[in-house]
C-alpha cells in the first residue's frame, strides 16, 4: 500500500507542476495531509487499546493443541486497519524460541475474542508471553506499539507430560525386611517393634512379649502393643535423561524416551499399590532429589517435577550423587535405573554398591551383555520402549 500511495504523491505533484490552479493544488495537499492525519489518528487509538493473554488449564499431552486466549478492547471510534501481535513461546528442555504472528482488524468501541493453538512434540514447561502488538495504518506508513499497561497477561506455565504405556506386568512380592522406611501404616498394624501402631486389653493369641507392662501397672490390667507396618518403598526409579555429545533432536528424543518410560513404570506401580521412590538430577539446584509415590497424584508430581529439571548437562550425575552419599542409599528391594546412556564405570559400581537386591538397567541404545551378575539385568530398547517395559519383571 506504501508503495501506491508513493506513486499518487508523486503523480499529484507531477500534475500540479504541469497543470497549476485550484484543482492540482487541492490534490497535491490532500495526498500530502492523509497520511499525517492516518499518523496522528492511528497513534490516539494505540492508547485506548488494551490486550489480553490468557490460558485455560496447565497440562497438556504431547501433540495435542495448546489454545491461547486473547481478547482485544478498543475504547475509542477510531478503527485499527491492522494490529500485528506476535506470540512467543519457549520449552524449558529446547533453547529454540518459536513464534506465531495473527493480524487483524482492530474495530471501534469493541471487545472482540481471538483464539490461536499451537503444539509441542516434545515433553517440557513451555513458557508463553506476547513478544510485541504493532498496531499499523491503513497506508503502513507508520506503526505504534501498545504501552506496557495496555497489555495483561494471565499465563501460567504450560507442561507437556507423557501418556502412560499401559502396562499389565507381574510383581515381584518383596518381604518388609528387604527396604528400610521412615513411614508407617495408618490403618494396619504390623511387626516393626519401633512404633507402636495401637494398644489394646490382652486377648487370647496375644503375645506375652508385646505386653506393655508400665500401662498395665497404671490401669491393674493386662495392656499390648500392637506394632507398627512400614511402608517400604520397595522400588527405586532414577532418571538419567542427558545424551552427551548428541545433536539436539536426539537429545530431545532421549528426554522424552526417558521421562514416558519413568512415568508409565511409576504410574503401573501405583495403580498397584507398590510404594515407591523416583529419583533425579535436578538441573535448576545441580542436585538429586527424589520423590515418594504413593497414589496417582504423587505420581503426576514427580512426573511434573522431572520435567521441571530440565536435562543435565552430563550424563550419570544423579548416580553418582546416589553413590557418593551414604544417606541417600537406603536399602531397595528393586533398583531401576532408565537411563539414555548406560555408562559401564557408574554400572559397576552400581552392582557393587548393595544399594539393593535386584537391578534394571533400560536405555535407549542397543541390547549389551550383561557382565554385572545374576540379579543385575541391562536391557536395550533398540529403539522399543514400549515393548521393553511391557517385558520387564519388577
Known sequence: MIFIYIFLLLV???FYILYEG???LLILCFFVITPIIIIVSNFIASKKIKLHIATRGQQFSA???IPVYLTLTSNTIIPVMCAEITIEYKSSTDPSTEKIKINTPIFPNNEQDLQICFSSEHYGV???RIARIRLYDMLRISHFKLPKGSVTENVRELIVIP????LENPITVYSDSLADSDSYSDSKAGDDPS???SIHEYADGDKLSKIHWKLTAKQDKLMVKDYSLPLANHFMILTDCCLDKASKEQRLNSFDTVIRSAFSLSFYLQQCGSRHTIAFFNNKTGSAESVTVADEEDCLEACLRIIS???PPKSGLALRELLS???????YSHFIFIAARADEELLSALSNCGIAKRYTVITNGSPSENVYGENFTVIGSGGDMEKVLSEIYL
Open 12 to 14: 499529484s505533484a507531477l
Open 22 to 24: 485550484a484543482a492540482s
Open 63 to 65: 501433540g495435542q493443541n
Open 126 to 128: 513451555i513458557n508463553c
Open 163 to 166: 501418556e502412560p504405556v499401559l
Open 195 to 197: 512404633e507402636i501402631f
Open 309 to 311: 529439571a530440565g536435562i
Open 325 to 331: 552419599n551414604d544417606e541417600l542409599q537406603p536399602r
